[in-house]
């Protein structure tokens, strides 16, 4: 099993990225399928997931509006769409699957097991 994140980078505030996670060795649309970020120091965070039970989609509240997610299940690959960066949005993102969660109410790496390397994302000027 393996993740493989990219896309990351340094965009200034306002701009935008799209982040990739390929898998291999698992099939992305049996699972719930998430990004995830953190800031050093700070606990790891629940940004956006696809539920496996019923392809319902979960936005934290501070990305709400300006992130997507989603997934090429053809490419067996997921992608986040992030527009209108700020600051604040500095991170390592990390993207997960699980076989466990089902559906998301809140996003927490809990029973998040396949993880990918992580990819650095710098919003500044």
């Known amino acids: 099993v393996q993740l493989q994140a990219s896309g990351g980078g340094l965009v200034q505030p306002g701009g935008s990225l799209r982040l990739s996670c390929a898998a291999s060795g698992l099939a992305l649309d049996q699972l719930t399928v998430a990004w995830f970020r953190q800031v050093p120091g700070q606990e790891r965070e629940g940004v956006a997931s696809i539920s496996s039970r019923d392809g319902s989609i979960y936005y934290s509240d501070s990305v709400k509006g300006r992130f997507t997610i989603s997934r090429d299940n053809a490419k067996n690959t997921m992608y986040l769409q992030m527009n209108v960066l700020k600051p604040e949005d500095t991170a390592v993102y990390y993207c997960?699957?699980?076989?466990?969660?089902?559906?998301?109410?809140?996003?927490?790496?809990?029973?998040?097991?396949?993880w990918g390397q992580g990819t650095q994302v710098t919003v500044s000027s």
């Open positions: 997960a699957v699980s076989s466990v969660v089902l559906h998301v109410k809140k996003l927490t790496p809990l029973n998040f097991y396949d």
